[in-house]
């Protein structure tokens, strides 16, 4: 399994996919109609995604006064 975390804010479907350039807002397939699938790629893109925007913000508090 990769590593990934629970939860990610930034949306995978919100991203173009790296490996089928599935487009933004769309899914990368469809299984039998019903099923929506992401590739790894593009989570793995929105992570990143996500990192950078918490990066930029504020640091997280130490608890400390
Ligand atoms: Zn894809």
Redesign the pocket.
Known sequence: MPELPEYIATSPTTLA?P??N?KPGDV?EMLNDELAV??I??IKLAVAMDLKTRKAGKPPSLGMP
């Open positions: 996919c490996e089928c599935a990368c992401v590739h790629a593009r």
